[in-house]
C-alpha cells in the first residue's frame, strides 16, 4: 500500500491564489472592482496582479519576505492580496488607524523589506518609518497615488513633491514596468506562510498571526458555502481589508466573480446610496456597522434585500432588529485573526422564523455552530479541560480546532505554544456556554467576566439590557472594584444625538433593575459622549476599566 | 520561524464525516431522507450512521479495513457514506449493474470484509460469493431488509427464508443493536483511504480507485461552490450512489441539510413525478438521464426550474435544448472515478444567454474551466508534454492536478505511477482541445481517436452530427478498417421508438456530407434496436469496435 500516498499530482499546494486566473477566465470581461468612477474588469485584475508581482520580484522581494500595506479599501488594497503572495512573498496589512509608533513596531517586528502606501496615508508612514531604530534597515517605499479622478484634485501637489525623495516609485509605474504573462510563484508548500495580521484584540498587546496557503485557501471556500454566497455577487467593502484580510473575503470573491465596490471611507448615507446605485447584494462589518445604518434618521428602506454579515461582537437585539426592518438580511458569526475568518455563524433554522421578533434577535445574537471546516468547537472547564453541559448557563473557555486556524504568531513560540497546547485544542481567550441545541454563546472575552460576590457576571449580557433603554447609542459594562461584593458592573454610556433629555445614573438603574438579577445591576454608570474604541472599531473596555478603577471601590451595600 | 508549522490545533485531518454531525446540529428537526413514504430526519440519520457504524466496530471491522455495499439508492446506501468510514473502514460500492463473475472479482480484490446487500440483489451477491475462489475468506453479509410497506410486499418471503443462512443480520438490526452515542473514529491521517471505487471505465479493466478523507473533503466542498448549491435543496438521487460516491454530494448533501429523495430505480415519468411531489430542486445525472427526459412524449413543463448537473459524455445540442425548454436548468462538467467528482466544469458567463439556442447549447457541451480547487487543468502534446495552441482545434491529452485527485490504485503501483508521474501531472487518458477563451473540450476518449488517412476524426463531432438527424435516439461512432484509408469512421445508430419508417444508410450518409468534411463522414452506417452500454450507462465502444473489426475493411475508395 506504500503506493498510496500523496504525490506531486495529488498534493499541490492548497492556496486561494489560483482563484484569480480562473476569475479571469470565466468572469473576464465583467466588473471586477468599482471606485469611484474607475471600474476593472477581472482580466484587467488578472493583469495588474501579475504585473505587480512581476515588478516585485524585479525589486528584489523574495519568497518568504514581508511586504506591507497601508492603505483603505482601495483597488490597489484589493489587488495586493494577490499580486504580494504571487511574487512569493508574505501580505502584511496594517490596520490604516493605528498610530505611528505603533506602526513602527510593527514594520521592525515583521522585518518588513517594502511597504505600499496610500496617498492619504503617507504622513502617518512617513512619521512610523522616522520612529524605526537607526540601526533598521528602512523598508522600500512605493506611493499608492490617486488614480481616480473623482478623489483626485486635493492630493494632486503633495505627490509629485514628495515622490522623488521618499518613495522607490508609484503603484501604477510599477503596474506599467510589470509584465502581466509573468510566472506567479507558487508555495514550496501549503504550510508557506500567505499573511501577517498583527491583532489589535481588546485584552493584549498586538500579536502577528501568520496564516499559511492551506488556512487561507480552506477559509475562503468555507467562509462562501457557510453564507451561501452566489455566482457574481455586489459586495461592498464596508469591512476593512486589512480586517483579518476582509476575512478572507478578499480571495473569496475572486472564487465567485464578484463586483467589488471599494469605498475609501464611508457614512451611513453612503452606505445606503452606493447600495442602490451599485444593486449591493453583499457585506459585512463589525456590529458598529449596523448601528451606523440602523441610526439614520429617515433611511429609505431598501429595494431589494441585501446581505449582511456581521461578526466582532454580538449585536445587540435591538440593533439587529432595526437593520433587519429597513431589509437587510443579518447573518451572525465568530472568528478571530487567529482563524483568518468566521469559524462559528448564527445558522438560521426556517422554523425560527415564526418567533416574536425579540426571540428571533436573542437567537441570533448567539454565535451559533462551528462552520464545515471548523473539526471541532467546544466550551471546556478551565480546570478540568472537560466539556462544559450543554445547559445555556454553565461558562467556560471556548476552544476549536480546524484547517484554517494560523501557523502561529510570529517571532513569539511561548505565545503559540500558550493557545496551541499539547491537548490539541486552540485556546480563544474569550468564555461562553454551550445552549442545549448545540449553539455557541460568547459571554465574555476572559478579562470582561464581572465577578460580584462569587457570582460571574457576564458584561455582554448587561450590556444588551441597556441598549434596549431608549435612545441608548453604545454601552458598555466592566468591573469597578467594590468594598462588599469585590466587584460590581459599572455602566458606560453614550445617548443618540436626537435625544435632548437623557436620562438619569438612576434611570438607567432602575431600567435594569426591572429586567435583571439584582447581583446583576450595574451599580455605576458613566455617561460619555462617544465610548473610545480600538482601530478596529471595538469599544476598548480595557480604558473603560481604568476609568471604573480610578473611580475607586464603591461603597458597600446589600442589594 | 520553526514553530510556525502544523500542530494538532491546525491540522486536523480534513474530512468530509464531521458535516453529519453538524446536519443533526442545525437540521436536526429536518427531512434528511425520503423513500416511499418512508422519511428520516438529520437526526435520526445522525443517529443511525452512529448506530451503524458502532455495530461495525462490535462486528470486528477494524481500521482500514475494506466494507462493500451493494444497493439502488436507497437510505442505507446513503447511510453507509458516513457509516462505515465512521467506524474507520474504507467504503467501497459495488455498481449494482455488474455480473456476479465481476463482483466477485472486485470482493477478492478488494479483500472486503463485510458486504451490505438490498434484498433484491441478494441473489447477485450470493451467486458472486459462490464464485470465490475456495481458499478466499467469505465475507460477512449484511442484509439491507425493506423497511418502507409501499415497496415491502414481494419481496418478505425471500428475507425469512434466506437470513438464517446466509447472513449475519440485517441492516435494522444493526441499527437496533448499535450505539447512537458511539465516539466515532476519526481518521489517523487526511490522507487515510476513505473509499475504494471500482472504475468501469469504457477503455480498460475495472481498477480500484481509492480517495483519502482529505480528496473527499476538498471534492464535496468544491463541488457545492461550483454548482452554488444552497442551503437545504431538495436534491433527487437519479445518479447512482455508487457511481464516484454520487460524485460526492453524497456527503455534500449533508453539508448543506439537503432533502435526499432515494429511488430504487426510475423512468421518465416517475422522475416528473417525484420533481412534482417533493419540489426538487437539484438533481445529476448521465446526458442518458437527459436524454430520457427529453424524449417522453408529453412532458408537462417543470412549475419551477430544476438544476441538473450532467457529466460522463458531451450531452448532444438537441438533448441539451428540449431539457432545457421544459424547465431543466443543465450545467455540464467533468469528471473521473479517480478525481471523485467534477473537476472541470462549463461555468456559464452571462453574456452567452444572448446567443441563438443552437450556439448556446454548443458552448454549453464543452466541458468547461478547472474549479477552484482543481491546480491546474491542461491539455498538452503527448510527445512534446507542452500545452497545446488555444486553437480549439489542436488535439491532445488531458492532464491535471489537484488536492481531490485520488491516491491511487489498490494493489497497482506500476497503473498508479503511470497515470501519476514524475512531471506532477495526473493523464485522464482522454483528449481534448483548449479553446481561445480557456475552455476545455474533450475530443475523446485516447482510443476512440478515429485516423483516416493521417487525419485525427473525432468520434463524438461525427456522433454529434448523427444526434441531429430526425429520429436519432443514441449515436456512437468508431473506427473500422479501410484498405485505403487506414480507418474510416463506422457509425452505430438506434431510433425513437415513435420512427415508423427509419432511414436508409445512405440517408444518414447523405445528411452528414452536407454537413461535415468529407473525410469525417461515416462509410458505414449499422442500425440497432439499442447500443451497447456499460454499467453506468456509457455506450461500450470497445463491443462496437469489435463489430466494426468484424465487418472486415471497408472497400478503397477515394472520397
Known amino acids: 500500500?506504500?503506493?498510496?500516498?500523496?504525490?506531486?499530482?495529488?498534493?499541490?499546494?492548497?492556496?486561494?491564489?489560483?482563484?484569480?486566473?480562473?476569475?479571469?477566465?470565466?468572469?473576464?470581461?465583467?466588473?471586477?472592482?468599482?471606485?469611484?468612477?474607475?471600474?476593472?474588469?477581472?482580466?484587467?485584475?488578472?493583469?495588474?496582479?501579475?504585473?505587480?508581482?512581476?515588478?516585485?520580484?524585479?525589486?528584489g522581494i523574495k519568497r518568504g519576505q514581508v511586504v506591507s500595506v497601508l492603505a483603505p479599501n482601495s483597488p490597489a488594497a484589493y489587488e495586493l492580496h494577490f499580486a504580494v503572495p504571487m511574487c512569493g512573498a508574505i501580505l502584511n496589512n496594517i490596520n490604516t488607524r493605528l498610530d505611528p509608533?505603533?506602526?513602527?513596531?510593527?514594520?521592525?517586528?515583521?522585518?518588513?523589506?517594502?511597504?505600499?502606501?496610500?496617498?492619504?496615508?503617507?504622513?502617518?508612514?512617513?512619521?512610523?518609518?522616522?520612529?524605526?531604530?537607526?540601526?533598521?534597515?528602512?523598508?522600500?517605499?512605493?506611493?499608492?497615488?490617486?488614480?481616480?479622478?473623482?478623489?483626485?484634485?486635493?492630493?494632486?501637489?503633495?505627490?509629485?513633491?514628495?515622490?522623488?525623495?521618499?518613495?522607490?516609485?508609484?503603484?501604477?509605474?510599477?503596474?506599467?514596468?510589470?509584465?502581466?504573462?509573468?510566472?506567479?510563484?507558487?508555495?514550496?508548500?501549503?504550510?508557506?506562510?500567505i499573511v501577517l495580521n498583527y491583532t489589535s484584540g481588546t485584552t493584549s498587546s498586538p500579536k502577528g498571526v501568520v496564516h499559511s496557503h492551506r488556512g487561507a485557501f480552506i477559509m475562503s471556500m468555507d467562509a462562501l458555502i457557510d453564507w451561501s454566497v452566489p455566482k457574481q455577487p455586489v459586495y461592498l467593502w464596508t469591512l476593512p481589508m486589512f480586517h483579518a484580510n476582509g476575512w478572507s473575503f478578499t480571495w473569496g470573491m475572486a472564487a465567485v466573480g464578484a463586483t467589488n465596490i471599494c469605498l475609501r471611507k464611508f457614512d451611513g448615507p453612503t452606505v445606503f446610496d452606493t447600495i442602490q446605485a451599485h444593486n449591493v447584494t453583499h457585506m459585512c462589518g463589525a456590529p458598529v456597522v449596523l448601528n451606523m445604518l440602523s441610526n439614520l434618521p429617515n433611511p429609505t428602506p431598501l429595494s431589494s434585500p441585501v446581505h449582511i454579515l456581521t461578526a466582532g461582537a454580538p449585536p445587540p437585539a435591538a440593533i439587529l432588529l432595526r437593520t433587519e426592518s429597513l431589509g437587510f438580511i443579518v447573518s451572525h458569526g465568530y472568528g478571530l485573526t487567529e482563524t483568518g475568518g468566521l469559524i462559528v455563524s448564527c445558522a438560521w433554522k426556517p422554523k425560527w422564523n415564526k418567533f416574536p421578533a425579540s426571540e428571533r434577535a436573542k437567537l441570533k445574537a448567539r454565535q451559533g455552530i462551528r462552520t464545515l471546516s471548523a473539526s471541532e468547537v467546544d466550551v471546556i472547564d478551565s480546570e478540568t479541560g472537560k466539556s462544559v453541559p450543554k445547559d445555556g448557563h454553565t461558562v467556560g473557555d471556548i476552544v476549536l480546532r480546524g484547517g484554517f486556524l494560523m501557523l502561529g504568531y510570529l517571532k513569539d513560540p511561548e505565545g503559540t505554544s500558550k493557545c496551541m497546547g499539547d491537548d490539541g485544542w486552540f485556546r480563544t481567550g474569550d468564555v461562553g456556554v454551550m445552549h442545549l441545541d448545540g449553539y455557541l454563546e460568547i459571554k465574555d472575552r476572559s478579562k470582561d467576566i464581572i465577578i460580584s460576590g462569587g457570582e460571574n457576571i457576564s458584561s455582554v449580557e448587561v450590556e444588551s439590557m441597556i441598549y434596549s433603554f431608549p435612545g441608548v447609542n453604545e454601552a458598555a459594562v466592566v468591573a469597578r472594584p467594590d468594598e462588599y461584593w469585590g466587584e460590581t458592573p459599572c455602566a458606560f454610556v453614550s445617548f443618540k444625538d436626537e435625544v435632548k433629555n437623557p436620562p438619569s445614573e438612576r434611570d438607567v438603574i432602575e431600567y435594569c433593575r426591572a429586567k435583571l438579577p439584582h447581583y446583576m445591576v450595574p451599580k455605576t454608570v458613566v455617561f460619555k459622549k462617544e465610548l473610545p474604541k480600538t482601530s478596529t472599531g471595538k469599544i476598548q473596555k480595557f480604558v473603560l476599566r481604568d476609568i471604573a478603577k480610578a473611580l475607586g471601590p464603591s461603597k458597600a451595600s446589600r442589594l
Open 1 to 59: 500500500m506504500d503506493h498510496l500516498k500523496p504525490r506531486a499530482a495529488n498534493s499541490p499546494p492548497l492556496t486561494p491564489l489560483g482563484y484569480l486566473e480562473r476569475a479571469a477566465t470565466v468572469y473576464g470581461g465583467c466588473t471586477s472592482i468599482v471606485y469611484g468612477n474607475t471600474t476593472y474588469t477581472w482580466a484587467d485584475t488578472h493583469d495588474r496582479c501579475l504585473q505587480i508581482a512581476s515588478s516585485l520580484s524585479s525589486c
Open 101 to 193: 509608533r505603533t506602526i513602527s513596531i510593527l514594520l521592525c517586528h515583521g522585518e518588513s523589506k517594502l511597504v505600499f502606501v496610500d496617498h492619504e496615508l503617507s504622513n502617518l508612514l512617513l512619521e512610523a518609518l522616522n520612529l524605526l531604530p537607526p540601526t533598521h534597515p528602512r523598508p522600500q517605499v512605493v506611493l499608492i497615488e490617486e488614480t481616480d479622478q473623482s478623489f483626485r484634485s486635493n492630493t494632486d501637489g503633495i505627490q509629485s513633491q514628495v515622490l522623488s525623495s521618499q518613495y522607490l516609485t508609484t503603484y501604477e509605474e510599477m503596474i506599467k514596468k510589470g509584465d502581466p504573462k509573468f510566472n506567479w510563484i507558487r508555495p514550496e508548500s501549503e504550510w508557506s506562510p
